[in-house]
């Protein structure tokens, strides 16, 4: 390697890291300002099928801002339940999973010393009563209240101007980039659009089912159980398996013996069925991206800004490679759907 193309390739690796700390350390102002712009992409044709009607639109950016808080609202009175049920029963989670373990002790030698440590922590001669567990109190909600505030208004701020300008913004960019126009610009955010809101109905109907599935089998809060898998299905890979391994942990608590493992495999089907044929008959074949880049880039986003980052991690994907195929046109015969390999 001749001396220059290493001093660029060093210049490229400090920037990439630089911008990696920067994005972590200003976390706080960077998260919600980039969840409203993917936010902004998703919801922009919403904004303008408003304005066909004939608003204004300072007026339908102000409905989509509604309608996003107002969601997320809904979101938060909704999981409020199901939090607070979660801390009242973790010590009879807790008591339940020792149970199951004890059970497989017999077949396991190599778990003996587990099941010594695990009697030894148990009341001897009786059966131990779950102890309920501190809950946040007020002064924590108080002290963490006004970060959370200022985040809500970077958030609502940052959605609000965008929508109200990005034909403006996208015409900067264009103006001051040289193999970035408009048209491309405009068409990366309809794909995105398109994938994401398409994304949302399967997921919704994914949910129901989950939900009715849920109650069937007759599961505590069903319907809040097919909130979660609506919500988790977003998280390719790591959402559906962190939500099969709670079913299964609330399995234990629900019923005796092997019916204890039927909702997280119920789910586990479901997901797969639809992973496999469902959404990529949906979404197409258009939105082909390699399962490696969609999992390092879950990763990546989760590592760095947590559940926020895993939304926005696939979006922002999505519209980076639009932006470069844009240039370079599609790839024949390209990798896999990213959908199709969801349940893999």
Known sequence: MSPRPAQSTALIVI???????????????????????????????????IEKIGLKRSVSAFVVLFCALSAVVLLGLLL?????????????????????????????????????S????????????????DAPSLTDAIW?????????MIFAG????????????????????????????????????????????????????????????GMP???????????????????PIAFAVALLIAG????????????????????????QFVTPSLVGRHMSINPLAVFVSLIFWLWLWGPVGGVIAIPVLVWGLNLREAHTGPEPDSDTTITSVAAE
């Open 15 to 49: 920037a990439v890291c630089a911008a990696v700390w920067l994005l972590q350390t200003a976390s706080h102002v960077m998260a919600p300002l980039l969840l409203a712009l993917v936010v902004g992409i998703v919801t922009a044709p919403v904004g303008d099928l």
């Open 144 to 152: 963490l209240a006004p970060g959370f505030f200022a985040q809500v």
């Open 221 to 239: 809060n069903p319907f809040l159980w097919g909130l979660g898998a609506f919500l988790v299905n977003y998280l390719l890979y790591l959402g």
């Open 118 to 133: 695990i009697e030894d922590s148990l009341t001897p001669g009786s059966d131990p009563v779950p102890t309920a567990t």
């Open 80 to 116: 409020v339940p199901v939090i607070t049920d979660a801390v009242e029963m973790a010590p009879r989670i807790k008591w339940e999973l020792r149970k199951f373990i004890g059970t497989l002790q017999p077949a396991i030698e190599s778990v003996s010393d587990m099941q010594a």
């Open 158 to 217: 940052s959605l609000y101007f965008f929508l109200l300008s990005r034909n403006d913004l996208y015409r900067i960019i264009a103006r001051n980039t040289a193999r970035v126009s408009e048209e491309v610009l405009c068409a990366a955010e309809r794909d995105v659009s398109r994938y994401f809101l398409t994304i949302t109905a399967i997921n919704a109907a994914f949910g129901l089912v989950i939900g009715l599935v849920m109650a069937a089998l």
């Open 252 to 275: 234990f608590v629900t019923f005796e013996g092997a019916w204890s493992f039927l909702p997280a495999a119920l789910y586990l089907s479901l997901n797969a069925t639809e992973g």
